[in-house]
Nanobody, 125 residues
Framework: QVQLIESGGGPVQAGGSLRLSCAAS????????MAWFRQAPDKAREFVAA?????????NYSDSVKGRFTISRDRAKNTMYLQMNDLKPEDTAVYYC?????????????????WGQGTQVTVSS
């Protein structure tokens, strides 16, 4: 059974940076599309960024993080990253990694078949 394991979350001050990682391990599932979503308390899960190969790197960002966050992947390590710079208190949320067997890299959560358990990011002002 494939597992997606996030790491890298934690507390940070506004203006600071964090890098999240999502490692896919186990099973024979090879994700093409991968994404980050986040969910703040009492809010719906929100799309953050996605990456796929179609071929060539294709990325997709929400307007709220464009220019501050960068998604990347290491195919050899089967790992995805989210570099988050200039963090703001409104970025505080649990961040989830998601993976799709297709080349999907959209904003719809149901487009992804696998999900991680999440990692907490807390940005203080």
């Amino acid at each position: 059974q494939v597992q997606l394991i996030e790491s890298g979350g934690g507390p940070v001050q506004a203006g600071g940076s964090l890098r999240l990682s999502c490692a896919a391990s186990g099973g024979t599932f090879t994700p093409y599309g991968m994404a980050w979503f986040r969910q703040a308390p009492d809010k719906a899960r929100e799309f953050v960024a996605a990456h796929t190969w179609r071929p060539g790197d294709v990325t997709n960002y929400s307007d709220s993080v464009k220019g501050r966050f960068t998604i990347s992947r290491d195919r050899a390590k089967n790992t995805m990253y989210l570099q988050m710079n200039d963090l703001k208190p409104e970025d505080t949320a649990v961040y989830y990694c998601a993976a799709a067997e297709s080349t999907y890299a959209g904003t719809w959560p149901r487009g992804y078949e696998r999900w991680g358990q999440g990692t907490q990011v807390t940005v203080s002002s």
